[in-house]
């Protein structure tokens, strides 16, 4: 009789693995990157083509020995972990020694490696799961990985991939995730043989999220909280997105989606945001590594905290005492040439400003919470005044029309300027109301 149960082949297995593993190109990329991080690179070139089908990788690492190339392509073959109890104390990215297994088995694969410290360079090829023999080849510092025709074999799996510019936009957040976390390292980013990101190494945090976050609007704070390390790097609120996706997070050093991470956040920026307004916020956070789980999924994306409320109170605490200073407040002042100065205000005495803005406050209450414990909390509450009030008591529109150009000009000579908020909102007094016009 024949048996119905039966182990399944390692080619089989392979592809199952790969399933998990490398979903997409963008995941095959990262781990790519990951073995080039883990070999100590600081020099990373990146070469995509064919919607991410096509990668190279090339770094300056510290490469892999010639007799013990074979074995990269082995299931479970790693030079990162030994014993079950490394798996608490990881410093590496790498450890389930699958990637290049699975990403050999369902592509063609070419690993290029000079051993530091040796003249000669060799190669191993792999196409589709079958190994060829090592062979010399030349090539001037650490690994080459290149991988072409992924999924090739699997028409199922291709019929997955989202249109090649779907797969591009998922790599670029990848790249950027990781040039974030690792500023120290030079990334040169090639699409179609086009350059796409330079992004030269610093000893700046704030200097590399401004680079690959394209916007100056950042500032940075950092934060020790109980044996947990904050690091955060964040946009003034007036520099806002309409997604989620500019919330940058990393625990370990890994980049993670975490609800409870990201709600924090959130929760820093509560009472300075419109509703559908997100920041753009780079965090990482560092725990003991026996206070987190980083072995939870296969891509490595989700990590699991001993106590989640710890991880939370940590970034809320350190993201909210930065944003409570208003650093944005300093830099406009300092550097008046990027925002235009207001011209001729009529200063008004400082009573009148704050009896008037109470009032306007009050009359606003249902429509928004006062910001907590502000330290400077008259500026917040106005600067939030000034985004959440243009539909309400506070703006003044003249009836008839939208459109601040069809507006008589006899009607703007007769405001008053009492002064200016945040080098953003001009506070003037109409006969009968308080206006905040948007500059
Ligand atoms: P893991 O990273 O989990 O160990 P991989 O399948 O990604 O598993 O890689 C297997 C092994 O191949 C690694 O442990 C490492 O020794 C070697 N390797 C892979 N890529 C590189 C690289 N770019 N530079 C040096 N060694 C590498
Ligand atoms: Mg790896």
Redesign the pocket.
């Known amino acids: 009789m024949n048996k119905e149960i039966h182990q399944l082949s390692s080619d089989v297995v392979d592809k199952i693995a790969a399933g998990e593993v490398v979903e997409r190109p963008a995941h095959l990329l990262k ?2 990157i ?3 991080l ?2 100590g690179a600081d020099q990373i070139e990146v070469d995509i083509d064919e919607g991410g089908k096509s990668l190279k990788v090339t ?1 300056n ?4 020995r010639s007799e013990e190339l074979p074995l ?1 392509f082995a299931r479970h ?4 972990i030994d014993q079950s109890d490394d798996l608490w104390n990881l410093s ?10 699975s990403i050999s088995s369902v592509s063609r694969l070419k690993f290029l ?1 000079l051993r530091q410290g040796e003249n000669q360079a060799y190669r191993i090829d792999c196409e589709f799961g079958k190994l060829s023999p090592v062979t010399e080849t030349s090539l001037s510092q ?2 080459q ?1 290149q991988v072409e025709e992924l999924f090739s074999n699997i028409p199922a799996r291709l019929k997955f991939l989202k249109s090649d510019s779907a797969e591009v936009t998922q790599i670029k957040n990848v790249l950027k995730a990781m040039a974030l976390q690792y500023p120290m390292v030079d990334w040169k980013v090639r699409l179609k043989g086009k350059l796409l990101f330079f992004w030269k190494k610093t000893d700046s945090l704030l200097e590399r999220a401004q680079a690959v976050l394209e916007t100056k609007n950042l500032f940075s704070h950092q934060k020790d909280f109980d044996g947990y390390k904050v690091n955060v790097v964040f946009s003034d609120p007036a520099t806002v997105v309409k997604v989620s996706r500019q919330i940058w997070l990393f625990v370990q050093n890994r980049w993670v989606q975490d609800k409870t991470l990201q709600a924090a956040v959130m929760e820093a920026y509560r009472s300075l945001l419109m509703h559908g307004q997100y920041p753009i916020c780079y965090v990482s956070l560092q725990c003991p590594p026996d206070e987190v789980d980083v072995n939870i999924h296969p891509t490595k994306s989700q990590v699991k905290f001993m106590d989640s409320k710890k991880a939370f109170r940590a970034v809320h605490y350190c993201l909210r005492e930065a944003i409570e200073q208003a650093p944005w407040l300093g830099r406009k002042s300092k550097n008046q040439d990027t925002f235009a100065p207001i011209q001729e205000v009529t200063a008004a005495p400082l009573e009148f400003q704050q009896k008037d803005f109470q009032r306007t406050q009050f009359q606003q209450k249902r429509r928004w919470e006062p910001a907590p414990s502000a330290t400077n909390p008259s500026m917040m509450d106005l600067r939030r005044a000034a985004q959440e009030g243009f539909e309400g008591a506070v703006v003044d529109r003249p009836t008839g029309s939208d459109h601040a150009s069809s507006v008589p000009e006899a009607y703007w000579s007769s405001l008053q300027v009492i002064g200016q908020v945040d080098l953003t909102y001009i506070v003037a007094q109409a006969k009968d109301r308080l206006l905040l016009v948007d500059q």
Do not use: C, Y
Not at 77 to 80: F, G, L, N, Y
Not at 92 to 101: K, L, Q, S, V, Y
């Open positions: 781990e790519l990951e073995n080039s883990d070999a770094d690492g510290k490469g892999v990269v073959a790693t030079s990162k590496t990215f790498g450890f389930r020694g699958e990637a290049i297994a490696s650490g690994t990985v």
